[in-house]
Structure formats: structure tokens, C-alpha cells
């Protein structure tokens, strides 16, 4: 394993740990099992594409509710700003922060009236992932109970 994998993969375990720890007991349905699903669902997804920086597709995915807009206000910048700060202090590079953090900003399902933001491949495979979770038994159960009638 190379330096660069080595750095890549200590990161992803430090968020691993993070998400873990800010999720557990998140009511809402947005908690850490959330995250390690379309984790998991974002990496078999990926297999699908050539080109793709996993690096990039795995942090979003692990952080894409770390602070979610919808229970904050409508602040669509938290999450995004919560993600750029752990990042930061991890030593991620400002691109890779960059391309996470507008992934997280833009993924969200704001109603159909919003033109979906996202334009990279590494968004649109989480977008996906998170999407596809919400149809399982837990993403509909979690629509019941927070979903607007």
C-alpha cells in the first residue's frame, strides 16, 4: 500500500469513527446505519464506473447527513461546513474537500420543483445510493414517521 492509500485509508476510518460517534443516537432515521448503507451501496455502485475517485465517493457518502439541512432549518450550508472542518483537520487536500462538500450541499431531495445540482459521477452515485436506501423497509418506515402529509 502506498503512502497516498495509506493517508486515504486512516481517513476514511477517522470519519468512520466520527460519523459513528455524531449519528448514534440520531432519531431520525439519518444515524450511522443510514451512512454505513449507502456507504456500502455507494462502493458497489462504483464498481459500475471507470474513472471514479472513491476517495471522494466514500467520504460523501459517510458524511452526506452529518448535519442534514432539513433538521437545521433549512441551513443547507451545515452539513457541507461540518464535513469541510473535519476534512481540514484530517490534512484532505481542498479539492477533494471541495468536490465533498458540494456533493453533500446539492444530494439532498428537495421536492420535485428543484433541478438536481448534482453534475459529477462520484455525486450522482451517492445521490443514488441514498435514494435506493430510502426505498427499502427502513427508508419507508422513516418516511411515515417523518415524512410531511
Known sequence: MSSGE???DDVIKKVIEYVKNRLKNEPTGHDWWHAY????MSLKLSQKEENVDLFVVQLAALLHDIADWKFHGGD????????RELLEKLGVDDKTITHVSEIIRNMSY???KEKNKITSIEGKIVQDADRLDAMGAIGIARAFAYGDT
Open 6 to 8: 495509506k493517508f486515504k
Open 76 to 83: 443547507s450550508d451545515i452539513g457541507p461546513s461540518v464535513a
Open 110 to 112: 428537495k421536492g420535485p
Open 37 to 40: 448503507r449507502v456507504w456500502k
